[in-house]
């Protein structure tokens, strides 16, 4: 996607061809439209990614390799970008650790063969601005109506909810994926109670994300996602003593960066045992049920003062 820069007048990021390419591929704007309808002078970073395909979909996901048809048409798109002053290829760590070494070097080496090519055209004018074509088929649907229908279909892996039926196929895409991102979420905020919960209750567990995602909209910021999540299972009628402490033990990890104070967790006999079971992936058999243990978890050394506070000017 492109952002004006107000101080230089420039299009900053030039999310494309890597986005406006996968656009192309799953039939929406064709790339050569879409650049000549901005002005390639203001262009001045691009970024690029590789992808995947998924359900007859491709997403730009910053997944693997850059691909040879992502590569050959940025290095003709480059050649018209005299301002050009960066280009980045993006890939999560997750990705980066798949890749063959000598996968990314030649990934390096075709990044280079493109940056040379970069304002070489004759000219560096703008390209001609294209006048908007004629809708073809049946106008597009209220912006507000659609929008809103979408959403509610995707937090309810639902797409009845959503008035275009033409839609359904991409919208179960994106139930599927916010799901996984959402479930993700909750594993790294809250790792000891959902490793218990998947050992204890297997394919039940799934069951329960499942239905805290259709009950309850995401909470995008964790500590609140995983104190929503942790809610809903009590609400469940939740009686686990072993489960609803580790529970408490994530969340009050996150009240630790939050607040910056001491917590107290409360188990109902020793936990060594249970986290030495989940270290190993394993339940234990027998847990003790007594005396109770109360945990005291201390900040480590620091506040979140620390990363806020401005010394004052001497």
């Known amino acids: 996607m492109c952002r004006p820069d107000l101080r230089g007048n420039r299009l900053r990021d030039f999310a494309g061809p890597a986005q406006y390419l996968l656009n192309e591929k799953n039939g929406r704007i064709p790339m050569r439209d879409f650049l000549a309808q901005i002005p390639l002078d203001r262009v001045w970073e691009i970024h690029l990614a590789g992808g995947q395909e998924m359900d007859g979909y491709w997403l730009d996901s910053h997944s693997g390799k850059m691909p040879d048809d992502l590569a050959a048409f940025s290095q003709e798109v480059v050649q018209s970008l005299p301002n050009l002053g960066a280009l980045n290829f993006e890939i999560y760590d997750t990705f980066l650790e798949r890749l063959p070494p000598e996968e990314l070097d030649r990934t390096v080496d075709a990044l280079r063969e493109i940056w040379e090519r970069a304002g070489v055209s004759r000219s560096d004018a703008p390209p001609h601005r294209l006048p908007p074509g004629p809708i073809v088929g049946k106008p597009a649907p209220p ?33 599927r994926l916010a799901r996984s991102f959402r479930g993700s979420m909750l594993v790294r905020a809250m790792p000891r109670s959902l490793r218990y919960l998947l050992l204890r209750d297997g394919d039940g567990a799934e069951t329960l994300l499942s239905r805290f995602h259709t009950a309850h909209d995401p909470r995008l910021f ?17 009686l686990d003593p072993w489960l609803l402490a580790l529970m408490d033990y994530d969340l009050a990890f996150l009240n630790i960066v939050r607040q910056s104070k001491a917590q107290l967790v409360r188990f109902p006999g020793d936990p060594t045992t249970l986290f030495e079971g989940l270290a190993a992936a394993q339940l234990p058999r027998d847990l003790p049920d007594n005396p109770p243990w109360e945990i005291e978890l201390l900040p480590d050394g620091f506040t979140v003062a620390d990363f806020t506070h401005t010394p004052a000017a001497s």
């Not at 929008?147 to 179960?172: F, I, K």
């Open 143 to 175: 912006t507000a109506a659609w929008e809103e229908g979408a959403t509610r279909a995707v937090w309810q892996d639902d797409p009845t909810q959503h008035d275009w039926p033409e839609d359904t196929a991409a919208l179960r895409l994106y139930a």
């Open 222 to 238: 964790t500590p609140l996602e995983a104190q929503s999540f942790a809610d809903f299972v009590i609400s469940q009628g939740e």
